[in-house]
C-alpha cells in the first residue's frame, strides 16, 4: 500500500512538474487530498444533512432534557430512543475525518520511512521552497531558526491553519451548544457523547499542534483538507439554505 501511495504521488508529481517545477511534489499532494475529499463529498452532504436534521429535533430534545432533568439514566435513554425515531444520527457529522484517517496514517508513513517498498525513498529529498517534505519543524529550527529559510515555510503553514482552525473553532462550538449527543449505554459520569461535545470544539486546534510534530508533508495535508473542510461547509451550508428559500408555486 504504501508503494503504491508513493508512486501515486511520484506520478501525479510528474504530471504536475511543467507548471511547479522542484515544488511538484509538494503540489501533488494538495491534488491528491482534494481527490480525497472529492471522493467522500457524498460523506460530506450526509453530515450536512444530519446536522439540519438535528437542529430540527433541538425542540423535542430540550423538551427531554427538561422532562427528566432529576434521572439523568432516564434522559439518556429517552434522548436515544428519540434519535432512533426520528432517524438521526448523532455521530454522523464524524464520518468525513474518521475515513480519512487511514490516508493520513499512510501519508505519514511515507514521509517518515527512508525506504519504501524495500527501495530508497526518494520523496523525503523533495522540498516546499527551502524545507523539505520529510523534515519536521524541530529540524527548520535548527536550521536557521523561525525565522530562517526553512522556518519561514512553516510559519506561512501555520498562519493558514491556525486561520481555518478558528474558523473551525468558532463554527463547532456554536454548533456545540446546540448538539444533544447522547452518552452510551452504561457510561459513567458525563459519559463518552457529552465529553464528546465538550471538547469537539477544541479540537480544531489540534491540527495546528499535529502539523508542529508532523513531517512537512503530512501537515500539508493536513492543512489542504482542513482548509477543504471549510470551504466545503460553508457552501453546503449556503447551498441547502437557498434552497430552503425557494419559493413553491401552487
Not at 452532504?45 to 430540527?56: F, I, S, T
Not at 429517552?78 to 464524524?94: N, Q, Y
Not at 468525513?96 to 514521509?111: A, C, E, N, R, S
Not at 451548544?177 to 458525563?190: F, I
Amino acid at each position: 500500500m504504501y508503494s503504491l501511495f508513493a508512486s501515486l504521488v511520484e506520478w501525479l508529481a510528474a504530471l504536475l512538474e511543467p507548471a511547479f517545477a522542484v515544488f511538484a511534489t509538494a503540489a501533488a499532494i494538495v491534488v491528491f487530498t482534494m481527490l480525497v475529499r472529492i471522493a467522500f463529498h457524498p460523506l460530506a452532504r450526509a453530515a450536512v444533512r444530519g446536522e439540519k436534521a438535528r437542529a430540527k429535533i433541538a425542540p423535542k430534545l430540550a423538551a427531554v432534557r427538561k422532562k427528566y432533568a432529576k434521572n439523568p439514566e432516564r434522559m439518556q435513554k429517552e434522548i436515544l430512543a428519540l434519535h432512533t425515531k426520528e432517524k438521526v444520527s448523532p455521530f454522523s457529522g464524524m464520518l468525513p475525518t474518521l475515513v480519512q484517517l487511514p490516508v493520513f496514517f499512510v501519508m505519514y508513513h511515507v514521509f517518515s520511512s527512508a525506504e519504501v517498498g524495500g527501495k530508497v525513498n526518494e520523496l523525503l529529498g523533495h522540498r516546499l521552497f527551502a524545507a523539505p517534505l520529510g523534515s519536521r519543524w524541530s529540524d527548520a529550527l535548527a536550521h536557521g531558526g523561525v525565522f530562517g529559510a526553512q522556518g519561514l515555510v512553516y510559519v506561512g503553514l501555520f498562519v493558514v491553519m491556525a486561520g481555518v482552525a478558528t474558523w473551525s473553532f468558532l463554527r463547532a462550538r456554536r454548533n456545540a451548544a446546540h448538539s444533544d449527543v447522547p452518552q452510551l449505554p452504561g457510561g459513567a459520569g458525563e459519559g463518552v457523547g457529552a465529553g464528546l461535545v465538550k471538547w469537539m470544539p477544541l479540537l480544531s486546534f489540534g491540527t495546528l499542534i499535529s502539523a508542529m510534530v508532523l513531517p512537512l508533508a503530512a501537515g500539508l495535508y493536513v492543512a489542504t483538507t482542513t482548509a477543504w473542510t471549510v470551504a466545503e461547509r460553508a457552501w453546503l451550508h449556503r447551498e441547502q439554505k437557498g434552497a430552503s428559500e425557494v419559493p413553491v408555486l401552487a
